[in-house]
């Protein structure tokens, strides 16, 4: 028998190390890599803020409102301001919204022409207040 | 003359041990068998989003995004989901037939890059963890898979955008 030459011993090495390495490699697996993600955000402001409306001489109200860059869906609002106690000599103050400027792409701010007391300037009681909860949707 | 006759004994003795040594040879069929089988893969076809949420403006809540729907779910005073929202969709490729191991794992972090995290637990449509690809052997087989999962927020919650990464593995069984 002749002896092993040092290359052939090599080989054989070579051969044992690769079939280890196939051998680990051959159980068949497949792997995915997945993203999860969200953005959170803030909830408007629900403390809103304090307008004083002289409604002997101011009709129109200018509302600011600062928001993300989104496309605003819609706006509501109530389609009136009681002024008053809740008695018989509550003033009524009808709400428009005005062309809403930046609808299609909200650029903060933004900005929501309301009008109150779309009926002109009306007798009321100083230091009455109503409330008027305006919603702003976007996606 | 003398050494002659020794070679003779010796060969004929060699002979008779060769011959009892036959007789006594079995031999037995093996059979050698194998089943090929196409690789097993899978191939993610949306990832886990869950869009735009609004945190509660008080308390804590979930938010949730099952494996079987792509609308997004929120409990928790104030809290609202926006956007396109989807759950993870993949699809299992390998040997018709053939039963796969399925392995998700059971929660992983979003994080808004800045030591904010969010621990998602995951669920997937899958019973048992196994799932059966179609067709027979022989033939390409599949099966899909979807993962959902879900997550607290709350009041204090650090509005950001956030995103992480899991992995989801298939092996046959």
């Given amino acids: ?139 | 003359m003398q050494k002659t006759n020794i070679y003779i004994l010796a060969t004929a003795l060699a002979v008779t041990y060769a011959g009892a040594a036959s007789a006594q040879s079995s031999s037995v069929t093996t059979n050698g068998t194998t089943t090929i089988l196409r690789p097993v893969t899978i191939t993610k076809t949306a990832d886990l989003a869950f869009a735009r949420v609004v945190k509660p403006t008080t308390g804590s809540g979930t938010v949730t995004l099952t494996a079987s729907s792509d609308t997004v779910g929120v409990t928790g005073t104030g809290t609202l989901a926006a956007g396109t929202a989807s759950r993870a969709k993949y699809t299992i490729n390998g040997e018709g037939g053939q039963v796969v191991a399925v392995t998700v794992p059971a929660s992983f972090d979003m994080s808004d890059g800045s030591s904010h995290t969010l621990t998602v637990t995951l669920s997937s449509d899958l019973s048992g963890g196994t799932v059966t690809l179609d067709q027979t052997i022989g033939t390409a087989g599949a099966a899909a898979l979807n993962v959902g999962g879900s997550f607290p927020v709350s009041s204090t919650t650090t509005p950001a955008a956030y995103t992480g990464t899991f992995d989801v593995s298939v092996a046959y069984q």
Avoid: F, H, W
Wanted: without cysteine.
């Fill in chain 1, 1 to 139: 028998m002749r002896p092993r030459s040092k290359l052939a011993s090599s080989r054989a090495l070579i051969a044992v190390v690769v079939g280890a390495i196939l051998a680990l490699a051959t159980p068949a697996e497949g792997q995915s890599v997945t993203t999860g993600s969200v953005t959170i955000e803030s909830a408007a402001s629900s403390t809103g803020a304090n307008v004083v409306l002289d409604v002997l001489s101011q009709t129109n109200v200018v509302l600011t409102v600062s928001g993300p860059a989104q496309a605003v869906t819609s706006v509501s609002l109530p389609q009136s301001l009681n002024v008053g106690g809740g008695g018989s000599a509550d003033v009524r103050l009808p709400t428009v919204v005005s062309p809403l400027a930046g609808a299609g792409a909200m650029a903060a701010p933004n900005v929501i022409a309301t009008s109150v007391g779309a009926n002109g300037p009306q007798p009321g009681s100083a230091g009455q207040n109503d409330v008027m909860l305006i919603v702003i949707q976007y996606n």
